[in-house]
């Protein structure tokens, strides 16, 4: 080979194209192994409805972004974002700035969802609405709750909560229904017993090849109004134990609940006790069932 052959070559194999860089991993937002400890040091103990704390990422794509007292969760998405449950009034702008603080984009939250039609729960929503832009979906029983914010007849709190803003509710969804969006497929279980229209939330959510069932369990928690007894309500007492066997039934590795000491966030949060746990719902449906037990027997002995 000739001298300047040789050169040709060698410049040819300078243009050869290395390909392309590699792309650029995008670190967690919120991991909950540093965030935890910031949400513990936040709220400690307190279950105060409208005390700002941390968002946090539990698994993958799933955040919580409420507050010490409220949990709302944040699902986001390939074609857009769900958000479960929006606190007090108060509360929507403290879930409105953990969302922007994540990097997310309001607008992109496409439905807004809701465990059960409390003041506490879902006050906010109207707010969230105006905010997003999203559409909200309830079942049939929470529908007209959401629409005017006043509680229904039939929930064991009637007259225990003040009005909330009302919401225009864009659909409705039954028990076992999916809700796709996407990448994200939830599924609602209707599980009344706290309220007549309370839903539970069931969707998987994965980060590479580690994928975790995820179930944001309703309250059922047996409160009410010093007049109601829910011996007097045998139908409603039936749903009700319905709804505790559905929850303890769902496959369920993370536990999520509307207040977050029900699944003992703070615990969690210390790393003393596993986000990950494959008996959280039947735990939980046992604690809930026993406190219903309880609640029974004492009516029983005051008659």
């Known amino acids: ?81 769900i958000l479960i449950d929006g606190g007090t009034e108060q509360g929507a702008d403290l879930i409105a700035d953990n969302i922007r603080r994540l990097g997310f984009k309001l607008t992109d939250i496409r439905f807004l969802l809701s465990s059960h039609e409390h003041l506490d729960h879902v006050g906010g929503l109207a707010r969230l609405q105006q905010l997003t832009g999203a559409t909200v979906v309830s079942s049939a029983l929470a529908k007209p709750v959401l629409a005017s914010g006043v509680v229904s007849s039939d929930d064991p709190q009637s007259g225990m909560h003040k009005p909330f803003a009302g919401v225009i509710v864009g659909r409705t969804i039954v028990d076992g229904q999916a809700l796709p969006l996407g990448n994200l497929f939830l599924t609602a279980r209707t599980t009344p017993g706290h309220t007549p229209g309370a839903l539970t939330w069931t969707w998987e959510t994965c980060e590479g090849a580690v994928c975790r069932s995820m179930v944001y369990a309703d309250s059922l928690s047996p409160v009410s109004s010093d007049a109601y007894r829910f011996s007097d309500h045998p139908a409603y007492l039936a749903a009700y134990r319905a709804s505790l066997a559905k929850v303890a039934a769902l496959r369920c590795e993370i536990l999520l609940t509307p207040h977050p000491s029900a699944s003992n966030m703070r615990d969690r949060m210390a790393g003393l006790k596993p986000l990950f746990d494959p008996d959280g719902c039947k735990n939980y449906s046992a604690r809930l069932t026993e406190a219903l037990d309880q609640r029974l027997a004492k009516e029983a002995a005051e008659k």
Request: net charge positive; hydrophobic share 40%; charged share 10%.
């Open 1 to 81: 080979m000739s001298a300047s052959l040789a050169l040709l070559f060698a410049a040819q194999a300078i243009t050869i194209p290395l390909g392309k860089p590699p792309a650029r991993i995008e670190p967690p937002r919120a991991p909950v192994e540093r965030s935890g400890p910031a949400w513990l040091r936040a709220c400690g103990d307190s279950t105060d409805w409208n005390q700002p704390a941390p968002p946090v990422r539990i698994h993958a794509n799933t955040y919580l972004v409420g507050t010490c007292g409220i949990s709302s969760i944040l699902i986001t998405g390939t074609q857009g974002h």
